[in-house]
């Protein structure tokens, strides 16, 4: 069964603060990767997306893939109490059909 | 542009009824989808279409569930009959090859 881990938190980090968060497929075949946000009672939003080995920086956020060892990460520059939310990983393959992970509740504390 | 637009917000209903849930996707969008979310299980895909033909219905629970999209700009996901268990929130998305999937605001289902 093709599958998306995620630690399902709380993570907890201080305002200011960088948040990391971390995911892991089992799906070697997949090709694409999402990392959405979905606040309380929302539906989810798309942050970033990677598709290839290594860093992609869009403002405070950094995503982080690694194929070899089937890793992703996304890290939260300067953490706001409004980053305060479920963030959600998903892994896709050569469809347009995503595997989402059971996503990680941050909490940024002021 | 509206986004997805999906109705209703929220039913409750009683065990045993029909449940149909709607669904609008953005224009131009060839690829639709239909999620359901609980706390245990996390987000779902039970169904997409391309091009509105059903691809992948591999996620559907059970032959209670099913799902039309009869034209470009209308789907349905229907529960015959529903059950307790059933109660989540149904999320229809959207998007186009190889783009983003844009979510509708969800329905929130109660079933007693």
């Known amino acids: 069964q093709k599958e998306v881990e995620q630690n399902s938190g709380p993570l907890s980090v201080p305002e200011g603060a960088i948040a990391s968060l971390n995911c892991t497929y089992s799906?070697?075949?997949?090709?694409?990767f999402f990392w959405y946000r979905q606040y309380s009672g929302k539906s989810p939003e798309l942050i970033m997306f990677?598709?290839?080995?290594g860093d992609k920086e869009d403002g405070r956020f950094t995503a982080q893939l690694n194929k070899a060892s089937q890793y992703v990460s996304l890290l939260i520059r300067d953490s706001q109490p409004s980053d305060s939310a479920t963030y959600l990983c998903?892994?896709?393959?050569?469809?347009?059909?995503?595997?989402f992970g059971t996503g990680t509740l941050l909490a940024v504390q002021p | 542009d509206a986004g997805v637009i999906q109705s209703p917000r929220h039913e409750v209903t009683e065990m045993g009824q029909e449940v149909t849930l709607r669904c609008k996707p953005i224009s131009g969008h060839d690829y639709l989808f239909w999620y359901r979310q609980t706390m245990m299980r996390g987000l779902e895909l039970l169904i997409y279409?391309?091009?509105?033909?059903?691809?992948?219905d591999s996620g559907m629970p059970e032959d209670r569930f099913s799902a039309k999209m009869p034209n470009a700009s209308f789907s349905t996901l229907k529960i015959q009959p529903s059950e307790p268990r059933d109660s989540a929130v149904y999320f229809c998305?959207?998007?186009?090859?190889?783009?983003?999937?844009?979510f509708g605001p969800g329905t929130r289902l109660t079933v007693l």
């Open positions: 990677i598709y290839s080995n």
């Open positions: 998305a959207s998007s186009r090859p190889g783009d983003e999937q844009f």
């Open positions: 279409f391309n091009n509105n033909v059903p691809i992948d």
């Open positions: 799906d070697r075949g997949s090709q694409s």
């Open positions: 998903a892994a896709g393959g050569a469809t347009n059909k995503l595997i």
